[in-house]
Each structure stands twice: as structure tokens, then as C-alpha cells.
């Protein structure tokens, strides 16, 4: 029980990260750069304590964990969801960035050699038709750069989700990754300034950004996920989409249109098709 409450505290933080980015952003309390600055400046000092507190590392210690290619591919992921979350709504943006991280970590295996099944191939193929049949031309169609800027999100987040993979101290380093991006939030921030002033509530929520949905939410996941397999890891994280969507409609006053749901329901039912059909394989 103590297992599933985590993981449900996770999913929960990392929907909120949406309902959070497009509430700052989409009101014009603070621009994207502001926002990508304070959010990751906020979660290296979180995670740099929860990991000091811990004894896992020392400060010093923490700023030489991870490496440069995950700092890159981590800020990256923040600044692409900022920029995106100017143009998408909170629900819409988190199925893109899922929809996203899932493929792109499905092309690196294709790449490495790895050789889905029929099932998977189902899945991926039923996905894939529900996700091009989401942002093609029409009246509820997601705006066509947000969409472009949340794929480039998604694909980095995989992208650091793979260079950590087998990582023994997955905190330490998602705290050193977060530290090395510290100069470069430093300079996105007075660039952000210099651009606009963010409004007290912008700032807040960033803040809430960095250090409770990230840092915090980073802390419980890697907590539990030594308690989960690989198959049921990546089903779980089929709910923050529709958690997000289920926040973002009375905290956001967001819409749920009719493509948004059919696609919504195929696309994730798809990728679960495909992941379950993978497991079942890895255990043959």
C-alpha cells in the first residue's frame, strides 16, 4: 500500500508540473526563459539538500555527479517545455511530451537492435495513427509550434532518461545534473528579467516547479521504482496525462474536446499495448 500511495504522490507531481507551467505561462505572469531559470534553480538547491541531508554526497561532490550530456539533455527538456507551454494547454501538452518521451525512447532500442513483436508493433502503429490524427489541421488541433516545442521536450527528457539508465545513484545525479545547469539558468534568468518582470505568482509557482514537482516528485519516484518492474514503471506513467488533464479542467478552466479524448484513449491504449507486449517478450 505504502508502494502505490509513492507512486501515485509521484504521478500526481509530475502532472502538477504542467498544471503549474501552463498556469504561470499561459497568463503572462513570467516569460518562458524566467520560468525554465527559477524551475531549475529551485530544484538544484532541493535536490542538492534532500541528497546533502542523506549523506549521499557533499555539496562539493554533487556538482561533478551526472554528467555534461545529461545537464544538456535536462535543460534542454526545461526550456522546450517552457517555450511550449506559452502555446499548449496543460492537458494537451502533457499527452505530446508522453507521447514523445515514449517513442523516443522507442527509437533509440530500435536503433541498439532491439526487435518489437507483433503486438508491440500494434500498439505502436494504433499510437501513432491516434497521435498524427491529434495535430492534424483543423479547429481543435494543438497550435503547431507548441506541439513542435513539446516533441523536442519529450525527446530530450528520453534522451536523460536513457544516458541515466543503470545509474546506481539515480538522486545524486539527477541533483548534479541540475547543478550543472545552474550557470546557464544564471544567464537565462537575467536574460529573462531584461525581458520581462515576472509577477509574484509567477515566481511562486516556478519555485513550486523546481523544488516540490520536480525535485520532490524526483525523490519519491526514484524511491519506488527499485520497488517496480520495468513493464509496470512505464504503465504507470500512462496516468499523467489524463491526471493532468483532470486538473488542468477546474484549476485551468481547460476544455477536454472530443479529439483531445478519442485520441487521448487510443494513443495511451496503444502504448500500453506496446509496453505490455514488450514485457511479456523480455520474460520469454
Not at 526545461?78 to 502533457?94: E, K
Not at 505568482?201 to 513550486?208: F, M
Request: hydrophobic share 60%; with cysteine.
Amino acid at each position: 500500500m505504502r508502494i502505490i500511495g509513492l507512486t501515485g504522490l509521484a504521478m500526481l507531481a509530475f502532472a502538477a508540473n504542467s498544471v503549474l507551467a501552463r498556469q504561470a505561462l499561459g497568463a503572462g505572469q513570467l516569460d518562458a526563459a524566467g520560468f525554465t531559470a527559477i524551475r531549475l534553480l529551485a530544484g538544484a538547491v532541493t535536490l542538492g539538500l534532500l541528497v546533502g541531508l542523506s549523506r549521499a554526497a557533499s555539496w562539493r561532490q554533487i556538482a561533478s555527479l551526472g554528467t555534461a550530456q545529461q545537464a544538456a539533455a535536462l535543460f534542454g527538456y526545461a526550456l522546450a517545455f517552457s517555450l511550449a507551454y506559452v502555446l499548449l494547454g496543460a492537458g494537451m501538452g502533457a499527452l505530446v511530451l508522453f507521447v514523445s518521451v515514449q517513442f523516443g525512447m522507442i527509437a533509440r532500442g530500435l536503433i541498439a537492435g532491439d526487435r518489437p513483436g507483433a503486438l508491440e508493433w500494434l500498439g505502436l502503429v494504433v499510437a501513432l495513427g491516434a497521435f498524427v490524427y491529434l495535430i492534424s489541421p483543423g479547429l481543435s488541433a494543438p497550435d503547431p509550434l507548441g506541439t513542435l516545442l513539446m516533441v523536442v521536450s519529450g525527446l530530450c527528457w528520453a534522451a536523460y532518461s536513457l544516458l541515466g539508465r543503470g545509474s546506481t545513484r539515480p538522486l545524486a545525479d539527477a541533483a548534479g545534473s541540475f547543478v550543472r545547469c545552474v550557470p546557464f539558468a544564471l544567464i537565462l534568468l537575467i536574460f529573462g528579467l531584461v525581458w520581462q518582470l515576472p509577477s509574484p505568482l509567477g515566481v511562486a509557482l516556478a519555485i513550486a516547479s523546481g523544488a516540490i514537482t520536480s525535485g520532490l516528485g524526483y525523490a519519491i519516484w526514484y524511491a519506488v521504482l527499485p520497488q517496480l518492474t520495468r513493464t509496470r514503471a512505464a504503465v504507470v506513467q500512462l496516468s499523467v496525462p489524463v491526471i493532468a488533464a483532470a486538473i488542468a479542467v477546474p484549476v485551468l478552466g481547460e476544455a477536454v474536446t472530443p479529439r483531445l479524448l478519442i485520441a487521448s484513449i487510443i494513443i495511451l491504449g496503444g502504448i500500453a499495448i506496446a509496453i505490455l507486449g514488450a514485457g511479456r517478450r523480455r520474460r520469454l
